[in-house]
């Protein structure tokens, strides 16, 4: 800082004082010491003078408080610049007077005395000439808006400097020498050692089997701050190679084969010269010879199947598009259209049908639990005095114009079904009493598993195959119910052989049973022989796992468990007729519904012992589905007719039927998972795939909207109801428990 003073405020003050009164003087701030006078900055410099007038010290404090962390002397500061001014700048020269003292050698000091006749005012000249500075010890520093220039991180110095040093020197492995007496203990290991190993390697023992294996370690490549690495050049290229270049080239590799391989073993004692070593010698594959040259021959292969199916697969998409985007939902109906009414339009997306299963009726259809798209459909006998063979095909979804399997029997097939841990696997049940498992991955008949005689005494018709698995989820067996109400549990082994197990018998009921009431029997006389009636349908109860559900033909449904062999748990006559079909409902699962011979449809509660509601069909009922995603949606097959129930709106009768022509029969329906497609099997070898629309919107509750349903239709019965409630309030309380 440079203290400035006018010159009209010096002359005023000097010439309205007397000397010793009012005298301005500046002294240095140390005297009679050596004091450098170019210190390195102004603020610096300034501490080594006071402003005192008449006496009294004048001089302001210093701007820099001493508890503060001050600049380096060497940085340079708009604050502390110790550059020169222009000359332009108005300043005041202070020159040496006479008054200069010189203490010895040392450096020279200024008088503390300034006089006015000893001030030189100009304007035009720098106050610190004469004055040492240390500019040139000061380097520049970078402006606060310039970055300094960086190289990239893909490019490197043309010169590289590299410094090779010797590194510490690591020891891996270090064997000493050893040496020990002979006859001592470790003599004698040390002696045992150097003969086994002159055993393996110069004598008899060499001749031991070997054998040679390539290996490499890992590349490990590491990167540090001083590694510089250029990322590698790449281009683009153009190549071209279909499914069927592909196929052919690793279907030629596979082919070839080494033509020569290794020497033979070695054995402990070789008595023949390396070179009289037989070699071991494979046949050279050719593909030229080995790939068959005629149609006939092509067609009959695997490959070519597989192609022809997917070919197949890709033009019947392009003729059934709207019917394929119907089928998957893609094409949705505004809930909040004006012309939207209910009228259970069912419309026929396509027919599965085919020559060689033409008028042979469909006994049964399972649906793969893996992949929806695939459904294994039974052809056999539909009634008793019918002569025919047994079919089976294997339909796709996406190919509606051929079966992509079809296999062909002698015995009529009476029922199939697909496992659910292995989904290629597909047991069929047969009229004489045969159960085998086919694998549908092979076009030509491929048995897994099949059953014998000495462990499955059975000659009756197979009516249901279906899968279960183990209380420990670890394996999966087939349980079959045949026309001599046997129900039998059959499990494979690795010899390709069924091992059956009876669990079950349904013997023919007597006495007053609880549900439906029939007319009383005429008395019957006493026969020497004994009637089991024969089971028909069958489904496992959807809460508990050991528990199954079957209907006989004689009206009844039985409740049965794996844990309890040759008895059941409870029985109820259900129609006057043999029961054709069971279900449960999707949303109520202590709902069921089942459909039999007299002409009707009914739907029972667990734990009540009266029919909660019946629907009246024109004739015999074959089946019975629940919709998937409308609780209150019932279908039925009775006839040539599919009728339309739902539980809402009316009970008394459909609120849609649709007629087939012709002398039909449907034998099967049910709905496909999403809710909005239907499953219909005919006498005529058909199974037709029908689309559901114009019904009404699902409620959010639909287990509510069904209760509410089950008590409209027992309003008039209001011991059924007060039965119900208590069932319900039990039910809601062992929930709660568990």
């Not at 080594?48 to 004048?58: E, F, P, Q, S, W």
């Not at 012309?339 to 060689?356: G, K, P, R």
């Not at 294997?394 to 051929?402: A, E, F």
């Not at 007319?519 to 009636?533: A, L, N």
Request: proline residues 6%; glycine residues 4%.
């Amino acid at each position: 800082m440079v203290i400035t003073l006018s010159t009209t405020s010096i002359k005023q003050a000097l010439a309205t004082s007397d000397s010793s009164e009012y005298a301005l003087s500046i002294e240095p701030a140390i005297s009679g010491k050596s004091v450098k006078l170019a210190p390195s900055t102004v603020a610096s410099r300034r501490l080594l003078y006071k402003a005192i007038l008449n006496g009294v010290d004048c001089t302001p404090d210093n701007i820099t408080d001493p508890t503060f962390a001050i600049l380096d002397e060497t940085l340079t500061h708009a604050a502390f610049e110790g550059k020169s001014r222009s000359r332009s700048e108005a300043v005041i020269k202070f020159t040496r007077s006479k008054s200069v003292l010189a203490v010895g050698g040392g450096p020279k000091v200024f008088a503390t005395t300034i006089n006015l006749d000893d001030i030189e005012i100009d304007h035009t000249l720098n106050t610190e000439e004469g004055l040492e500075s240390d500019d040139g010890q000061v380097s520049l520093a970078p402006s606060a808006f310039y970055l300094p220039k960086m190289n990239p991180v893909t490019s490197y110095p043309p010169d590289m400097l590299v410094t090779l040093k010797e590194t510490e020197t690591v020891f891996l492995v270090s064997l000493p020498s050893l040496s020990c007496d002979r006859g001592s203990a470790e003599g004698q290991i040390v002696e045992a050692d150097n003969t086994f190993y002159e055993f393996i390697t110069v004598g008899k023992g060499k001749n031991r089997k070997m054998v040679n294996q390539e290996t490499q370690t890992n590349a490990t490549t590491t990167l540090t701050r001083h590694t510089i690495a250029v990322r590698p050049q790449k281009k683009n290229a153009v190549s071209f190679a279909s499914m069927w270049d592909m196929h052919d080239t690793y279907a030629h590799l596979k082919m070839i084969q080494e033509q020569e391989e290794e020497d033979d073993e070695m054995v402990m004692y070789q008595s023949a010269a390396p070179h009289m070593l037989r070699k071991k010698r494979r046949k050279l594959l050719h593909p030229e010879k080995s790939r068959p040259m005629t149609f006939e021959a092509i067609g009959a292969t695997p490959q070519y199947l597989d192609a022809v199916l997917l070919t197949e697969r890709v033009l019947a998409s392009l003729e059934f598009t709207a019917a394929q985007k119907l089928f998957r939902g893609l094409v949705a109906v505004d809930p909040l259209s004006l012309d939207l009414i209910y009228v259970y339009t069912l419309t026929n997306l396509w027919t599965f049908e085919c020559e060689e299963t033409l008028n042979k009726p469909i006994v049964d259809i399972s649906f793969n639990a893996v992949c929806p798209n695939l459904c294994a459909i039974a052809h056999g006998k539909f009634g008793y005095a019918d002569v025919c063979k047994g079919i089976v095909c294997v339909w796709c979804t996406k190919n509606p114009r051929k079966p992509e399997r079809l296999y062909n029997f002698e015995v009529p097939v009476t029922s199939v079904g697909f496992s659910v841990r292995n989904p290629n696997w597909l047991a069929c049940g047969f009229f004489n009493g045969d159960v085998i498992i086919l694998d549908i991955t092979s076009y030509s008949p491929k048995i897994i598993a099949r059953s014998k005689r000495d462990t499955n005494p059975c000659f009756e018709p197979i009516w249901i195959v279906t899968w279960q698995c183990t209380p420990e989820r670890d394996n999966e067996y087939v349980m079959v119910a045949c026309q001599d109400g046997r129900i039998r549990r059959l499990q494979s082994t690795k010899t390709h052989e069924f091992i059956s197990t009876p669990m079950m018998r349904v013997s023919a009921v007597e006495g007053k049973l609880k549900g439906l009431e029939t007319t009383k029997p005429c008395p019957k006389h006493d026969v020497p022989i004994t009637r089991y009636p024969a089971v028909l349908c069958m489904i496992w109860h959807p809460t508990i796992d050991h528990c199954y559900l079957v209907g006989t033909d004689e009206g009844c449904i039985h409740r049965c468990s794996t844990h309890y062999l040759n008895q059941h748990i409870d029985v109820y006559r259900a129609h006057a007729g043999p029961v054709t079909d069971l279900c449960n409902s999707p949303f109520m699962s202590y709902l069921l519904a089942s459909c039999g011979a007299d002409n009707a449809i009914r739907l029972w509660i667990e734990g009540m012992d009266d029919v909660v509601m019946t629907l009246v069909c024109q004739s015999a009922v074959n089946g019975i589905s629940f919709c998937p995603n409308n609780s209150t949606i019932l279908l039925s097959a009775s006839g040539n007719t599919l009728s339309v129930w739902d539980l809402r709106r009316k009970i008394h009768m459909p609120c849609a039927e649709y007629q087939f022509p012709g002398d039909v029969t449907l034998t099967y329906i049910r709905f496909e998972k999403s809710g909005h497609n239907v499953y219909l099997g005919d006498t005529k070898g058909r199974l037709h795939t029908l689309h559901l629309s114009d019904t009404p919107i699902a409620p959010y509750n639909q287990k509510k909207l069904l209760d509410e349903a089950i008590r409209k239709a027992l309003c008039t019965r209001p011991n059924m109801l007060k039965q119900l409630d208590k069932l319900l309030r039990f039910k809601a309380r062992k929930v709660r428990r568990t």
